[in-house]
């Protein structure tokens, strides 16, 4: 009988409990990932030097390199210091833009990579896109996802508050995402990965439905497993789609216009807030999705209207250095008065309508 299946890429070893950077060793050793090679440990400069230091003794062959991560440069620099053959495998510990730096840099060397998270701020930790700065933009590329991932939910506990809710609202709009994605495959035919919609779909729900408080212990297990859960799914569908959508669209616009305000995953919860309304008025079904989101949303503390993430209002008069669509300039629909409102459902607009609109955000020049 053959064997209908698929076969697809995840990382080999999941470990998230509190103190799990210290069992970086026996993953690697377990694992097969090194076999008393010498592996690099890549840390920021926001790693305490205790840390650091207990790292340096539990992998005593290891090399501790501390680099400013979080751009295409900083990654080609830790590209040419990790050669092949002096290193076996390639540990980043950190948050987001370490572990972003870190998948890029291990990728053009061909270097399996470790991921050991100590924040949870966005789904990079297991996913196979690196985000990082280059000029003024900061384009994702794609890379090979992490061999394993620790998530020490102690560092994570001790983190900025901020980073935490962010990673909520980037957890949570995966349900937007995998909205859009349903919606794109019902109206305009494209094609849609079933396992990725699930596994992208069933971390988000357990954040959504979460009791637990902010900072809890579970909440925060179940945060970080939403986090690689979303990460696989990016894997299992070849893209980002089924954890971006006209929420990261708006993420990125926020990025672009008002730098150094929201960060990623409060853009991305924002938008998904939005992209919620707009599916929940014009179309049929899911009439509560906005409901649970905006009570998720608010009783995690992250923002639900751009000026409370430090954007200004978007319904305000855009400035010169602002772009916006055609037409579009204080539109009502953007207009966060609006949001508070039970949404009415009129019909969806017609194709000519959408087709418009999508043109006037092509304009626009955001990216997904
Ligand atoms: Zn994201």
Same mark, same amino acid.
Not at 83 to 107: F, L, S
Not at 207 to 227: K, M, Q, S
Not at 248 to 270: F, K, Q, R, Y
């Given at each position: +009988?053959?064997?209908?299946? %698929?076969?697809?890429?995840?990382?080999?070893?999941?470990?998230?409990?509190?103190?799990?950077?210290?069992?970086?060793?026996?993953?690697?050793?377990?694992?097969?990932?090194?076999?008393?090679?010498?592996?690099?440990?890549?840390?920021?400069?926001?790693?305490? $030097?205790?840390?650091?230091?207990?790292?340096?003794?539990?992998?005593?062959?290891?090399? &501790? &390199?501390?680099?400013?991560?979080?751009?295409?440069?900083?990654? +080609?620099?830790?590209?040419?210091?990790?050669?092949?053959?002096?290193?076996?495998?390639?540990?980043?510990?950190?948050?987001?833009?370490?572990?972003?730096?870190?998948?890029?840099? $291990?990728?053009? %060397?061909?270097?399996?990579?470790?991921?050991?998270?100590?924040?949870?701020?966005?789904?990079?930790?297991?996913?196979? #896109?690196?985000?990082?700065?280059?000029?003024?933009?900061?384009?994702?590329?794609? !890379?090979?996802?992490?061999?394993?991932?620790? #998530?020490?939910?102690?560092? #994570?506990?001790?983190?900025?508050?901020?980073?935490? /809710?962010?990673?909520?609202?980037?957890?949570?709009?995966?349900?937007?995402?995998?909205?859009?994605?349903?919606?794109?495959?019902?109206?305009?035919?494209?094609?849609?990965?079933?396992?990725?919609?699930?596994?992208?779909?069933?971390?988000?729900?357990? !954040?959504?439905?979460?009791?637990?408080?902010?900072?809890? *212990?579970?909440?925060?297990?179940?945060?970080?497993?939403?986090?690689?859960?979303?990460?696989?799914? +990016?894997? #299992?569908?070849?893209?980002?789609?089924?954890?971006?959508?006209?929420?990261?669209? &708006?993420?990125?616009?926020?990025?672009?216009?008002?730098?150094?305000?929201?960060?990623?995953?409060?853009?991305?919860?924002?938008?998904?807030?939005?992209?919620?309304?707009? /599916?929940?008025?014009?179309?049929?079904?899911?009439?509560?999705?906005?409901?649970?989101?905006?009570?998720?949303?608010?009783?995690?503390? !992250?923002? %639900? /209207?751009?000026?409370?993430?430090?954007?200004?209002?978007?319904?305000?008069?855009?400035?010169?250095?602002? /772009?916006?669509?055609?037409?579009?300039?204080?539109? *009502?629909?953007?207009?966060?008065?609006?949001?508070?409102? *039970? *949404?009415? %459902?009129?019909?969806?607009?017609?194709?000519?309508?959408?087709?418009?609109?999508?043109?006037?955000?092509?304009?626009?020049?955001?990216?997904?």
């Amino acid at each position: +009988m053959p064997l209908l299946a %698929r076969t697809i890429l995840t990382p080999l070893t999941i470990e998230i409990s509190p103190g799990a950077v210290r069992r970086i060793g026996p993953v690697l050793a377990d694992a097969r990932i090194t076999a008393g090679g010498r592996p690099a440990i890549v840390l920021g400069p926001g790693i305490g $030097a205790e840390l650091a230091d207990k790292v340096g003794k539990d992998l005593p062959t290891a090399e &501790i &390199i501390q680099i400013e991560a979080g751009t295409v440069e900083s990654a +080609m620099a830790l590209a040419d210091r990790l050669h092949p053959h002096t290193y076996e495998t390639v540990v980043g510990i950190g948050g987001g833009k370490i572990i972003d730096t870190v998948k890029y840099a $291990a990728t053009l %060397r061909g270097l399996p990579m470790v991921a050991v998270a100590t924040s949870l701020a966005h789904d990079g930790l297991a996913s196979p #896109v690196a985000t990082l700065r280059h000029g003024n933009a900061s384009p994702s590329y794609g !890379v090979h996802i992490p061999i394993a991932v620790i #998530v020490d939910l102690a560092l #994570v506990a001790r983190s900025p508050i901020g980073q935490i /809710r962010s990673g909520v609202g980037d957890a949570l709009s995966n349900l937007s995402a995998c909205a859009d994605w349903e919606l794109s495959h019902a109206e305009r035919g494209e094609p849609i990965d079933g396992l990725a919609l699930s596994l992208a779909r069933t971390g988000a729900q357990a !954040v959504l439905n979460h009791p637990g408080e902010t900072t809890g *212990p579970d909440f925060l297990a179940t945060l970080a497993e939403a986090l690689i859960l979303g990460g696989v799914a +990016m894997a #299992v569908a070849g893209s980002s789609r089924p954890c971006s959508g006209a929420c990261h669209e &708006i993420a990125h616009a926020l990025a672009e216009m008002h730098p150094a305000t929201a960060s990623h995953g409060m853009g991305a919860g924002l938008g998904a807030l939005f992209a919620t309304y707009l /599916r929940t008025r014009y179309s049929s079904g899911g009439h509560d999705s906005f409901d649970r989101m905006s009570a998720a949303l608010a009783r995690h503390g !992250v923002p %639900r /209207r751009p000026e409370r993430s430090g954007s200004p209002p978007v319904s305000s008069p855009p400035s010169s250095r602002t /772009r916006r669509p055609p037409g579009r300039a204080g539109s *009502p629909c953007w207009s966060t008065s609006a949001w508070t409102a *039970p *949404p009415s %459902r009129p019909p969806w607009p017609s194709t000519s309508t959408r087709s418009a609109d999508l043109t006037a955000r092509s304009q626009w020049g955001v990216r997904a």
